[in-house]
């Protein structure tokens, strides 16, 4: 996922800021960042079932055709 800079981002960038914003900031960017691990752990956990699903589908599948 790709953020695209707007009108915002050029303000932000363009005038001094106090360190309590630059705190805030920083809080608000590692927080964005634990979800996005977060999701990114969810999406491997799925995969890692998905695959141990197909893992079945194929052994199953490879006995049926031993037996045909």
Request: aromatic share 10%.
């Amino acid at each position: 996922m790709t953020r695209k800079r707007d009108e915002w981002d050029d303000e932000w960038d363009r005038i001094p800021h106090t360190t309590s914003e630059y705190q805030k900031e920083i809080y608000d960017l590692r927080e964005r960042i634990d979800n996005y691990l977060k999701d990114i752990e969810m999406r491997d956990q799925v995969i890692a079932e998905l695959r141990d699903e197909l893992a079945l589908v194929n052994k199953f599948w490879r006995k049926q055709n031993i037996r045909e």
